[in-house]
């Protein structure tokens, strides 16, 4: 299980963020997250996958906000604030074929050892770079203070994931969203 982001997708091929279109995001507003991939990431065996989120300075996402920025072709201030949340990482060969990889319970622990990260984070995200953040993922023992987070934060939900699932390169039952929904009925 992961928060589930308010963002828009993104993968980062050869140091180019794409779109979920597969159209290249806009370079100017996405630069300093390029320029962190550049340096920390060896983007010619792996591709990353993840959403680009603009945090308000209180933590909450504005997806409104992340839309407008990564659109625009200057670059503002608020463009600081973009992040780029990764939750894969997929050899390049792979990706490119639209061939099965690894489970993602393996990839994720590949994504964490290239990066780095060794121990458990008490936050949702680990923060590799200033701008490029790993999603911390959980299991069913952590799934109730995954929710209260959920509910203290205003989160828009939970993904379910099927850790013994390859990537796969379309909607899949294998990633599932979990959101609480409201109904009434009036007259």
Known sequence: ????????RCYYLDGVPISRTNKPHKQAPLSHITEQIKSHFNYEDYVLDGEIIYLNPDGSEDFKKAISLARSDKRTKDCDNLYFCVFDMIQKDKFLCKQPDIC???????????HGITGETDSWFTTYDKNILILKQVNDTELDALQEARFANNWEGIMLRNGLAPYEYKR????????EMQDIELE
């Open 172 to 179: 899949t039952s294998n990633l599932l969203k979990i959101k």
């Open 1 to 8: 299980y992961s928060r589930k982001l308010d963002g828009l």
């Open 104 to 114: 993602f319970k393996d990839a994720y622990e590949r994504l964490k050892i290239h």
